[in-house]
């Protein structure tokens, strides 16, 4: 190697040196930002509350909602003095209330990630088909999960299939929409190419279409997760115990003030870790999109 090349080599690994450097010190000051305003929000609370001038009641203090959260989640005696004791909320501890929602989720939003995308391919490929059913899938789209969980109630009862079909229906839609686009968007040409390189319709398929509409599948993933993540408290309003969803609704109409913030703190979190994993999933699935 010529002194030349090896100059060139070592520019270059200062250069990816550089840019590795710029982004840690980027992903820290956005950390130290977003904890900053964290620390703000928590002292406006804290002050909010000590001053009084709203009612426990309406805005208990922070460490009422930490007391509240802890207790969820440990056992206590049930009066002073008393050697019985009490564990966590409504029979389950709080993490309990989580595993159970997230487990309606895995089943319900499941059912749609498989599902999905298959009826997105049949209608971004057969034109009769989507002219046929896409009315209805906007319609489906735009229903509110509280305008029909009732007559899902009455056709599957109030146990966990009728939540499985809730939170199923909440998240098919956004996978569908998502994959025709996705598929719609692919420019005919790259289509063209593969076909005139001798590429039967199974490798375009599969080597072309599935891999330029993923990007846009996951994107819809994430979004259809999120909207039915939003629908647990409804999807748990009847017989929803064990549940997350229904442990803060419970609580909330039991006056229970601290215990309800705690559980929309909880249901928040989840979101966002849910959220951050099927980020995650995408990268790995996909590194190439975004990038030049």
């Given at each position: 190697?010529?002194?030349?090349?090896?100059?060139?080599?070592?520019?270059?690994?200062?250069?990816?040196?550089?840019?590795?450097?710029?982004?840690?010190?980027?992903?820290?000051?956005?950390?130290?930002?977003?904890?900053?305003?964290?620390?703000?929000?928590?002292?406006a609370w804290w002050a909010v509350t000590?001053?009084?001038?709203?009612?426990?009641?309406?805005?208990?203090?922070?460490?009422?909602?930490?007391?509240?959260?802890?207790?969820?989640?440990?056992?206590?005696?049930?009066?002073?003095?008393?050697?019985?004791?009490?564990?966590?909320e409504q029979n389950y501890y709080m993490?309990?209330?989580?595993?159970?929602?997230?487990?309606?989720?895995?089943?319900?939003?499941?059912?749609?990630?498989?599902?999905?995308?298959?009826?997105?391919?049949?209608?971004?490929?057969?034109?009769?088909?989507?002219?046929?059913?896409?009315?209805?899938?906007?319609?489906?789209?735009?229903?509110?999960?509280?305008?029909?969980?009732?007559?899902?109630?009455?056709?599957?009862?109030?146990?966990?299939?009728?939540?499985?079909?809730?939170?199923?229906?909440?998240?098919?839609?956004?996978?569908?929409?998502?994959?025709?686009?996705?598929?719609?968007?692919?420019?005919?040409?790259?289509?063209?190419?593969?076909?005139?390189?001798?590429?039967?319709?199974?490798?375009?398929?599969?080597?072309?279409?599935?891999?330029?509409?993923?990007?846009e599948v996951i994107g819809g993933i994430?979004?259809?997760?999120?909207?039915?993540?939003?629908?647990?408290?409804?999807?748990?309003?009847?017989?929803?115990?064990?549940?997350?969803?229904?442990?803060?609704?419970?609580?909330?109409?039991?006056?229970?003030?601290?215990?309800?913030?705690?559980?929309?703190?909880?249901?928040?979190?989840?979101?966002?870790?849910?959220?951050?994993?099927?980020?995650?999933?995408?990268?790995?699935?996909?590194?190439?999109?975004?990038?030049?």
């Amino acid at each position: 190697m010529s002194e030349q090349e090896t100059a060139d080599l070592g520019q270059s690994m200062k250069v990816v040196a550089d840019h590795r450097r710029a982004r840690r010190v980027g992903q820290v000051r956005r950390f130290a930002l977003q904890a900053g305003v964290l620390v703000v929000v928590l002292l406006a609370w804290w002050a909010v509350t000590a001053s009084g001038l709203i009612r426990p009641l309406y805005l208990p203090s922070p460490g009422a909602v930490w007391t509240a959260f802890v207790e969820s989640n440990s056992c206590r005696p049930i009066a002073e003095g008393s050697s019985r004791t009490i564990c966590g909320e409504q029979n389950y501890y709080m993490w309990e209330h989580l595993i159970a929602s997230l487990q309606r989720m895995g089943v319900g939003v499941g059912a749609a990630i498989v599902l999905g995308p298959i009826l997105g391919f049949l209608m971004a490929s057969i034109g009769w088909l989507n002219t046929a059913i896409e009315p209805y899938l906007n319609f489906l789209r735009s229903l509110p999960p509280l305008g029909y969980i009732g007559l899902l109630i009455v056709w599957f009862g109030i146990g966990d299939l009728s939540k499985y079909w809730l939170l199923f229906l909440a998240a098919f839609p956004p996978i569908v929409i998502a994959t025709i686009n996705g598929i719609n968007g692919i420019r005919s040409d790259t289509l063209d190419a593969a076909r005139s390189m001798g590429a039967n319709r199974r490798q375009v398929a599969t080597e072309v279409v599935l891999p330029s509409a993923l990007p846009e599948v996951i994107g819809g993933i994430r979004i259809a997760t999120g909207f039915a993540w939003t629908t647990v408290v409804a999807a748990e309003l009847n017989a929803g115990i064990p549940g997350i969803g229904a442990l803060a609704y419970v609580s909330g109409t039991q006056l229970q003030t601290a215990l309800t913030i705690a559980c929309i703190i909880v249901i928040g979190l989840a979101a966002v870790a849910l959220d951050a994993v099927i980020k995650r999933l995408g990268t790995l699935l996909v590194p190439w999109y975004g990038k030049a």
